[in-house]
């Protein structure tokens, strides 16, 4: 049953509590693991699926698909909360009524409807512990197949499992947009992983962020609100905003177009260096490329049954078919705002991103 519970007091505590001292709840999180020794050990991270791409691609689309999967779990809101101790955290949070909270429409005023248990994007907060370069706009993030990083590829597998154990499920779906730069070392991490890669019109999409980001700049600008986003791990928009870092001069671009008040260009050239790259590097790899499935959101949104048993097929996943109609029936994009740029502008982003956007069909 439903509830009213209002758990923002008890929650910004559990915040400061974890975010304030994280090496210390790493290592509570390792004792977590210790004690559940045996049943982790029944809890293999088989086949994990990355959702991926820069955000307002669909990402979120995606990931509330497959999170809502049977053998599926993913990554929470709570988790926030939990992150290095994701039992234990999630049986404290179900019994104070997390699990039963009313939903809201989340921040981005796109008709998302959320509660604590809801997906989300909440991983970032276990990276940014070990790799302290990954949010740096002066170093390269992208993090090498070659990387070794034997504390992080144990907790980080730990945590995993430990998902799958106090949520009783199969298989692990997560969202993450700053894996888009990571897919070759978790692709080693996990043979069998899969990589679902949201893309998107670069005009739509750009007017998408460009939107976001005014958002967040006018209504989540506290102390709190942009607290909270560094601590999760979310640079993409408002005072916090970031670009993923694959070439140091390219983000000092990208930054400086900003900072002049040419953010169409500015965002055009954030799309074309990260969809580029990701072309490149990724989809053009023999190996890589068998391992991951482009999404473009328009396609998605115009035939959502096809798309989704497409992405269904290549997680080896089946599905009810009234499950899979019943997502194609709720996939409609209606657009809530125009893209106002000016012909200049759109000109712009196209000179910019066209032939990369010609690369995925777009």
């Not at 049977?70 to 104070?96: E, M, N, Q």
Request: net charge negative; charged share 20%.
């Amino acid at each position: 049953m439903e509830t009213d519970f209002n758990h923002t007091r008890l929650m910004r505590f559990f915040g400061w509590l974890v975010h304030a001292h994280p090496n210390f709840w790493i290592d509570v999180g390792k004792l977590e693991t210790q004690l559940l020794k045996s049943r982790l050990a029944r809890r293999v991270v088989d086949a994990p699926i990355y959702i991926t791409g820069l955000a307002r691609a669909g990402t979120t689309l995606l990931l509330n698909i497959l999170a809502s999967h049977p053998r599926l779990t993913s990554f929470k809101y709570c988790d926030y909360y939990g992150a290095f101790t994701p039992f234990w955290a999630d049986h404290i949070f179900r019994a104070v009524g997390l699990g039963a909270a009313r939903k809201q429409e989340r921040a981005h005023a796109d008709g998302v409807m959320v509660n604590a248990y809801s997906p989300e994007a909440m991983e970032e907060i276990l990276w940014m512990q070990f790799f302290a370069y990954l949010h740096d706009p002066a170093e390269n993030n992208v993090v090498e197949r070659q990387t070794s990083h034997p504390e992080f590829e144990a907790v980080y597998a730990a945590t995993l499992a430990k998902l799958l154990l106090c949520r009783d499920a199969d298989r692990i779906v997560s969202k993450n947009n700053y894996n888009i730069t990571r897919i070759a070392y978790l692709a080693k991490l996990y043979e069998d992983a899969r990589f679902v890669i949201a893309v998107r019109h670069p005009v739509a999409h750009i007017a998408s962020m460009a939107r976001q980001h005014q958002r967040n700049l006018a209504h989540f600008s506290s102390p709190d609100h942009r607290q909270y986003l560094r601590n999760a791990g979310h640079f993409e928009f408002g005072h916090e905003r970031i670009p993923i870092t694959i070439d140091a001069e390219k983000t000092q671009h990208i930054q400086t177009l900003w900072g002049e008040g040419r953010d169409a260009e500015g965002w055009a050239e954030y799309w074309n260096a990260i969809y580029a790259w990701t072309y490149e590097e990724v989809l053009q790899h023999e190996v890589l490329k068998t391992r991951c499935l482009v999404v473009p959101f328009e396609q998605l949104c115009a035939a959502a049954e096809q798309k989704i048993t497409d992405i269904l097929a290549f997680c080896n996943l089946d599905a009810d078919e009234a499950w899979v109609e019943g997502w194609g029936e709720r996939v409609a994009y209606q657009p809530q705002y125009e893209a106002a740029f000016s012909t200049a502008e759109r000109d712009a982003i196209m000179e910019i991103c066209g032939a990369t956007a010609k690369n995925y069909g777009l």
